[in-house]
């Protein structure tokens, strides 16, 4: 139904600005689609519209950069299906998700740690690998953070590709290994190139085309999930570590410009959209905020050319940043991480100690 809601919004968007020149408003998609015409709440269809709306503006942002960008247009048959808070309802031991007035709602049992809860929103997923429907529950949690005082202990994060999370506090570094994580990224679009070309090959429908595109959803889901599960594992550990050392802050490097503005040449250029800097990011965020560390983000322009010993600027072209101007040597992402902390505490420099 959800699937059917969007191909709705969809359609009826591109209609008019088609037939009209404009793009209807979000105010203007809840009018035209009557939530009446579908058995679900009110605020679910809203959801999926809001959704439609969010990806329709990052369309028209990415236009700056980007004149071949495409809003979005595919139809969806399979879509998330969401209940917000005001749909659902606790009643002993399960959830009640309303499907609007005058219809039968849905129950569903749920754990014994979340009876009396009510969480802030119920998604319905259809899982492409088990072909089977779940329910998918968020609740609310309370931020350990006491309230803010002044900066005792910070923790600058340099976000990389081979190494994705390097970490200085101003004495000691701490290095990430991401080797693993980047071969499963590497493999994944190998494999997305190769089935692809195979399906390019058959008929759309057929026996085989549909024998290749489960095998593809199949194996996609896989990696994908295995993938999740490395970043977690590596950024849970970060987080651990800066608990354990009673972390107050942790200085993300802000790298959006980098993907925006800079060509490095179409292997480069595919290294860097390969590169989840924000999944990683997101996921230190909301793990550090569950145990009381604020999370900040600092521009991080030039913090891997400049010497944290000087403040010479050179473009290391290795692993290892060399200064020509006072000798100092060390890795160039513990130099990019040093620097961003630099750069946060307003220091002149912070020398670090070389490898």
Known sequence: ?????????????????????????????????????????????????????????????????????????????????????????????????SMGRGRDALYIKIDKKFHGKVPAEVSLVYNRNTHIYEFHATYETQSQRKPKADIGSVVAVDLGEIHPIVSFDGLTAEIYNGRYLRSLVQYREKFKATINQLLSRCQRGSRRWKKLKRAKNRTLNTLNNLIRDVRHKLTSRFVSACKSKKVETIVIGDIKHIRQSIDYGSKINQKLHQWA???????????????????????????????????????????????????????????????????????????????
């Open 1 to 97: 139904m959800r699937g059917r809601i969007y191909s709705k919004t969809v359609s009826l968007t591109q209609e008019t600005h088609d037939k009209k020149g404009f793009w209807l408003s979000d105010s203007g998609l809840k009018k035209y689609l009557k939530f009446k015409e579908y058995p679900c709440h009110a605020h679910s269809v809203q959801a999926i519209i809001d959704d439609y709306c969010g990806a329709r503006r990052a369309f028209f942002s990415n236009l700056e950069s980007n004149s071949n960008a495409r809003p979005p247009f595919k139809r969806s048959w399979y879509h998330t299906f969401t209940w917000r808070a005001s749909g659902i309802t606790y009643k002993r031991g399960k959830l009640r998700l």
């Open 277 to 355: 800097f924000g999944k990683i990011t997101e996921m230190i965020a909301y793990k550090a905020k569950g145990v009381g560390i604020q999370v900040d983000s600092q521009d991080e322009a030039y913090t891997s050319q400049t010497c944290p010993q000087c403040g010479h600027k050179k473009k290391p072209n290795k692993r290892a940043y060399h200064c020509p101007k006072c000798k100092w040597h060390g890795h160039r992402d513990v130099v990019g991480a040093s620097n961003i902390l630099t750069k946060y505490q307003g220091w002149l420099f912070n020398p670090v100690v070389g490898a």
